[in-house]
C-alpha cells in the first residue's frame, strides 16, 4: 500500500490551535476525504504543542502521486497551513500491512466514545 505524511510543526503554534484544527477536521476535513477516490483511508494524528498530521494511504502508486502532486501544489493555502502559518513536511512512505483488530475502527473521536 502507498502513503503519505502530511505534517505541520505545532511548536509555535498558540494554545487553541489543535482546538481549531479538530473543529476543522470534524467540520470540513472528514467528509472532503470520506469520497476521494483512490483513498484508502485518512487518520489525522497529533502530538499537542509539537506536532498536527495527516497520514494517508492510497490504493496504488499513481494515487498517491496525484495526490501528492495536487497537494504540494497548493500546499501554501491549505487548511492547516493558513491556521498555524507554516509550511508541511510532505513525506510518501511504504505500509507493509494494516489489521483491523476485533475492536473496529472509530470515525470520529468527538461522536463516539
Do not use: C, H, N
Not at 513536511?89 to 505500509?95: S, Y
Amino acid at each position: 500500500m502507498f502513503g503519505l505524511s502530511v505534517r505541520w510543526s505545532l511548536a509555535d503554534a498558540g494554545t487553541e490551535s489543535l482546538e481549531d484544527l479538530r473543529s476543522y477536521v470534524e467540520e470540513e476535513s472528514f467528509a472532503k476525504f470520506a469520497g476521494l477516490e483512490g483513498l484508502r483511508f485518512k487518520t489525522w494524528r497529533a502530538r499537542e504543542g509539537e506536532w498536527f498530521e495527516g497520514t494517508y494511504v492510497f490504493v496504488s502508486d499513481a494515487a498517491r502521486a496525484a495526490f501528492q502532486q495536487d497537494f504540494e501544489a497548493k500546499a501554501a493555502t491549505a487548511p492547516a497551513t493558513e491556521r498555524l502559518g507554516v509550511s508541511p513536511t510532505i513525506e510518501p512512505f511504504e505500509v507493509v500491512a494494516v489489521v483491523r483488530g476485533p475492536a473496529g475502527f472509530r470515525s470520529a473521536a468527538r461522536f463516539e466514545s
